[in-house]
C-alpha cells in the first residue's frame, strides 16, 4: 500500500469517526425514547396535577373537605371529633388530622374490620361528620398512586425506576444530537411548519434543550421514592441508629414498628423506629391533652397525630408542610405526656436535608406558587417534547419499518458509549439489567437484518 492510499485511508477514517459516532449516540437514543417516552407523557400529566393536589381536593371533595367560618365559635374538642366519628363509623381510630385553615374540616382516621381504614371528616366548629372517603381515597392520592404506578403494584414502579435512568440517558444524548454542527436554524429557533418534518425536529431539538434539565432533576429527585433503588438507599442511609441522627434520639425503649408503616413521612424517616411509653402506673393522658402538648410545642397547622392503640404505644405528632423548616416529628409518652424523640428538619444530616429538599421542590411545595407555576410548565414542555418524538419518528420511518436509526460504519465507536452506560448501570442496578437487555435486543436485531440484506 502506498503512502497516498495510506493517507487517503486515514483521511477517510477521520471524516468517518464523527458520523459513526453520531449513528452510535442517535440508535441509544433512539432505544430511550422508545422506552421513556410513554413514560414521561404518564409522569407529567400526572405530576402536573398533583402540584395542585390541595386546591383540586378542596374543590373535588368540597362537600367533606371545606368547612364556614363560624367567628363566633371555637373548635370542639378533639375528643368529641373524634367520638362523632366513631358513632358515624364504628371501629377504633388510630388517627386525627388537625384542620391546616379556618376553613378546613378535621380528619378522623378509622381501622375498621378487614383491616380496611376509613377517613371521616368532621366540622371542627360543631363537632359534625361530614362524611367519609376510604383511607387516602381523595381524587389527588389516586393521581398520586398513578404517578409511582404504585397502583400496579411492585413490578410497575420498578419500571418508573427503569425509567428514570433512561431518561437521564435520553437527555444525555439528545443534548450531543442538539450540538450545533455549522446549521444555522434549528438551534435555538424553530424552521420551516408543521407540514414538514424539519418543524417537528427542530421543536423536539430547541423544547429539549430548555426542558433536559428539569428532566434530570426529576428523575435524581424522584429516584429516593423508587421501590429498589431508593428502598437500599434509604436503608443505608438512615437504618442505622433507630432511623434518627445522633443527639435525637434518647435512653427510651423502641419498638420494632416503624413510623413509616403507622404515618406518612418523610423520606429520612422511613427507617425511624417507634419509641415506647414505659408504664408509670398511671392513666393515660387523653388525645385532647396530647394536642394541647403538640401546640404549646409550635407545631405548624395541619399535623396529624397517631393515635396509640397498645398499652406501649405513642402519640406521634406529624407535619410536612410547605417549609421545609417547620417539618417535624414529636412522640409523647402516652402516660406523661412528655417528648420522647423531638425530630426536625435541622436534625437531619447534610445528605438527608438534600435529598429533602429535592423531594420538596419536586413535589412544588418549596418556593410555593412559584414553584408549582415553573414545574407545570416544565410538565408541559415535556408532553411538548413527547409528542414532536412521536410525529418526527413517524414522519422519518420507512414505510412498514420501525426505522431504527442506522448503525454506525464502525462498530467499535460502541464501546466508548457502552462504557459510560456500565457507569450508569453500577448507579442504578435496575437501569443496568435494562440496558443489558437493550443491548441483547439490539445485537439480535442487527443479526437478523443482515442475513435479509446478504
Keep these: 500500500m502506498t503512502d497516498l492510499s495510506i493517507g487517503q485511508e486515514r483521511a477517510a477514517l477521520a471524516a468517518r469517526a464523527p458520523s459513526d459516532l453520531y449513528r452510535a449516540v442517535w440508535r441509544w437514543h433512539f432505544y430511550a425514547g422508545l422506552f421513556v417516552l410513554p413514560f414521561l407523557i404518564s409522569l407529567a400529566i400526572t405530576g402536573g396535577l398533583y402540584l395542585f393536589r390541595d386546591p383540586i381536593d378542596a374543590f373535588v371533595h368540597a362537600d367533606l373537605k371545606q368547612v364556614a367560618v363560624k367567628a363566633d365559635a371555637g373548635h370542639v374538642p378533639p375528643s368529641a371529633m373524634v367520638a362523632a366519628a366513631l358513632r358515624f363509623q364504628p371501629g377504633t381510630a388510630v388517627k386525627f388530622t388537625d384542620p391546616a385553615t379556618a376553613t378546613s374540616s378535621a380528619e378522623v382516621t378509622i381501622a375498621v374490620s378487614g ?73 435555538l429557533t424553530i424552521r420551516a411548519t408543521p407540514a414538514r418534518r424539519v418543524f417537528w425536529r427542530d421543536l423536539h431539538a430547541v423544547t429539549g434543550l430548555f426542558v433536559g434539565g428539569f428532566i434530570v432533576f426529576l428523575a435524581i429527585t424522584g429516584m429516593p421514592w423508587s421501590g429498589v433503588w431508593g428502598a437500599k438507599v434509604n436503608e443505608w442511609a438512615n437504618g442505622s441508629n433507630f432511623g434518627y441522627p445522633a443527639g435525637v434520639r434518647i435512653a427510651v425503649p423502641m419498638s420494632d414498628e416503624h413510623l413509616d408503616h403507622l404515618a406518612k413521612t418523610s423520606w429520612s424517616l422511613e427507617q425511624a423506629q417507634m419509641p415506647q411509653s414505659p408504664s408509670h402506673g398511671m ?15 409550635g407545631l405548624h397547622r395541619g399535623y396529624t397525630v397517631n393515635i396509640p392503640t397498645t398499652a406501649m404505644g405513642v402519640y406521634t405528632g406529624s407535619v410536612y408542610p410547605a417549609d421545609l423548616a417547620q417539618q417535624r416529628v414529636v412522640h409523647l409518652d402516652q402516660y406523661s405526656g412528655k417528648p420522647l424523640i423531638d425530630m426536625s428538619y435541622g436534625d437531619y444530616g447534610p445528605l438527608g436535608r438534600a435529598l429533602e429538599w429535592g423531594i420538596n421542590v419536586h413535589m412544588g411545595q418549596q418556593y410555593g406558587l412559584a414553584d408549582q407555576l415553573v414545574l407545570s410548565a416544565a410538565c408541559l414542555a415535556i408532553i411538548v ?31 466508548g458509549l457502552l462504557a459510560l452506560l456500565a457507569i450508569g448501570g453500577v448507579l442504578f442496578p435496575l437501569v443496568g439489567l435494562s440496558l443489558l437487555v437493550m443491548l441483547a435486543l439490539d445485537r439480535a436485531v442487527i443479526g437478523l437484518r443482515r442475513p435479509a440484506r446478504r
Excluded at 388525645?287 to 403538640?294: E, I, K, R, W
Excluded at 417534547?385 to 464502525?410: E, H, T
Design 115 to 187: 383491616g380496611e381504614k376509613r377517613a371521616v371528616y368532621v366540622d371542627p366548629y360543631d363537632g359534625r361528620v361530614l362524611g367519609a372517603l376510604p383511607d387516602r381515597g381523595t381524587i389527588m392520592w389516586t393521581i398520586r398512586t398513578l404517578h409511582s404506578l404504585k397502583y400496579f403494584g411492585s413490578f410497575a414502579r420498578a419500571l418508573i425506576e427503569i425509567a428514570g435512568g433512561w431518561a437521564i440517558l435520553l437527555v444525555a444524548t439528545g443534548i450531543y444530537l442538539w450540538w450545533p454542527r455549522r446549521q444555522t436554524g434549528g438551534v
Design 385 to 415: 417534547l413527547c409528542v414532536s418524538a412521536a410525529i418526527m419518528w413517524w414522519k422519518r420511518r420507512p414505510k412498514g419499518r420501525l426505522g431504527i436509526p442506522p448503525l454506525p460504519a464502525d462498530p467499535r465507536v460502541f464501546r
Design 283 to 297: 392513666a393515660p393522658i387523653s388525645l385532647d391533652d396530647a394536642v394541647a402538648t403538640f401546640d404549646r410545642l
